[in-house]
């Protein structure tokens, strides 16, 4: 599979598009500038209410709205962060005093909120949910640094290995290995990625992710007040971090910064593919010429097209997405068992793409096309999961109901992407309201009195739509042939099927448009 990313960077955005053998999978924006709130950026906050019938509380870190942490999200060693950001101050030294806190002492998995927090105490917390609709950010208070080969945990003392490495021999090496360079108090999750890399590496990054932690370090001694303690990587290298790997074909970036970014950090972490990264210097905009453009359109409205006459009507809601499949005007000399089953298999495929494309989260319900025939079902269930195996984001997807319904819950971490496709009216410019159609003769009068008087023009072809045309025409006293009389000049009135109702346009004797 030829897997390109597309980065189109502009003065308010950057946007960036995954292509699979050049169709739209995933499309990412990141804002320049303001103040966003995204997933893995660690705060210090202060606690803002307490929720003991809900065993929560309100962080304030910042925003509007102030953010959701419950008790379960605190983590097992939270008396250990607790402990470190109450009592750091800028006489301690922190390399010592950071690995001397004592994590043995485990929170108990069924404990009341209002027994470890209060309102106006500061704590460490991790965004893993971004605002949506009138809800603020969801909060973890315990803390996780994601790099490409680990995962850094502070405050823990364990290190697990991903399951997604099969070989035995090769967890045992990385287990050893991270295990003889981790310091105390810090425990690792060893990633898929790092699967087969030298110590050098993995040294390498587990530094650099102690580092980013560490430097956050005197801003807490410092300040107690809210703040931001450090960020996730750009939204452009946390892609690379998660998706990049030996099915990438290209990179295509088109401003030379974000490009100096995009290979400094792909020399980091995959030092081989570094020549995959290219910087478009085309005068088309890049995403209309890798045509992404086109498929933003085709693929964000209403209703979406499939092969053959078939198509999706995607509605969201608060709650839940609803996704209806419709056959339309298909015809095939099948029956329609098998008809029905062929549009829900082609469907499947397009409602996993469009999922991942319009980050999906919550619940989403598949109205597929009735079928009798279990084993159709059975089908359709089993390609509908493989359909969505190459979804990162957490998802459990539901066998057919007897009511033809599917029903697949997705994780949500940020809003769903919405993109206006419909453009506003050129005759109505969007109001929904044209002008009165009984002064339209008299706006053509005024003119064709400027083009005689001002102009000096004697010859005209008006061109107009059909129903305009008839009008105009009519009888042999028409006010075509009273304005020819009056202004002492030829019109030629022709209708045009191409023109709206109110729409006309006048050209001279030669066919060319008049301003």
């Not at 502070?154 to 981790?182: G, H, M, T």
């Not at 990179?251 to 995959?276: F, G, H, M």
């Not at 597929?368 to 279990?374: G, S």
């Not at 269930?381 to 997807?397: E, L």
Request: overall charge positive; glycine content about 6%; aromatic content about 8%.
């Amino acid at each position: 599979m030829e897997r390109d990313l597309i980065i189109d960077v502009k003065q308010t955005d950057i946007s960036i598009a995954l292509m699979e053998n050049h169709r739209l999978m995933e499309l990412h924006k990141e804002a320049h500038g303001g103040k966003s709130y995204n997933v893995g950026d660690v705060y210090l906050g202060k606690v803002k209410k307490l929720l003991p019938a809900l065993n929560a509380a309100f962080v304030d870190i910042g925003d509007e709205k102030d953010a959701f942490l419950h008790y379960l999200d605190l983590g097992f060693n939270f008396k250990a962060f607790d402990y470190f950001t109450r009592q750091i101050n800028t006489n301690r030294h922190f390399k010592s005093f950071y690995s001397n806190v004592r994590i043995d002492e485990i929170l108990e998995k069924e404990g009341k909120i209002e027994r470890f927090l209060s309102p106006g105490q500061p704590i460490i917390v991790q965004i893993v949910k971004e605002p949506i609709s009138t809800k603020g950010s969801r909060l973890t208070a315990e803390i996780s640094i994601a790099g490409r080969n680990m995962v850094l945990l502070p405050f823990a003392d364990k290190v697990s290995v991903s399951l997604k490495i099969k070989s035995k021999e090769e967890k045992r090496r990385l287990e050893r290995l991270v295990y003889s360079i981790l310091p105390r108090n810090y425990g690792v999750i060893i990633r898929t990625a790092a699967e087969g890399k030298k110590a050098a590496v993995l040294d390498a990054e587990l530094r650099s992710l102690i580092k980013r932690w560490e430097d956050s370090w005197p801003k807490i001694a410092k300040s107690k007040s809210t703040q931001l303690l450090f960020t996730e990587h750009s939204r452009t290298t946390t892609i690379l971090r998660d998706l990049l790997n030996d099915t990438f074909s290209n990179i295509y970036v088109n401003d030379e910064a974000v490009y100096e970014e995009v290979c400094e950090y792909v020399s980091l972490i995959a030092p081989e593919q570094e020549k995959i990264v290219k910087i478009y210097k085309g005068t088309e905009p890049i995403f209309d010429y890798f045509e992404v453009t086109r498929q933003i359109k085709a693929s964000f409205g209403k209703i979406v097209s499939l092969r053959q006459g078939a198509y999706l009507i995607i509605e969201h809601t608060e709650a839940l997405h609803v996704i209806d499949v419709n056959s339309g005007i298909r015809t095939k000399n099948r029956e329609q068992e098998d008809n029905s089953y062929d549009v829900n298999i082609n469907a499947a495929d397009e409602i996993a793409r469009q999922i991942r494309l319009r980050d999906m989260g919550g619940i989403v319900v598949i109205d597929f096309i009735d079928m009798d025939n279990n084993e159709h079902k059975a089908l359709l269930y089993k390609h509908m999961t493989a359909a969505m195996a190459s979804d990162r984001a957490k998802h459990t997807i539901l066998p057919l109901t007897r009511f033809g319904l599917m029903q697949i819950t997705r994780q949500r971490v940020r809003p769903t992407k919405e993109i206006e496709t419909a453009e506003a009216c050129p005759t109505c410019n969007g109001t929904g309201k044209i002008g009165p159609t009984l002064l339209i003769d008299e706006t053509l009068e005024r003119e064709l009195a400027f083009y005689v008087k001002e102009k000096k023009i004697k010859e005209f072809i008006l061109r107009t739509s059909p129903i305009l045309s008839a009008y105009l025409t009519k009888g042999l006293m028409s006010i075509r042939y009273k304005w020819c009389r009056k202004y002492n000049c030829s019109i030629k009135v022709v209708g045009d099927t191409d023109y709206s109702i109110i729409k006309t346009g006048w050209f001279d004797r030669k066919g060319d448009p008049l301003d």
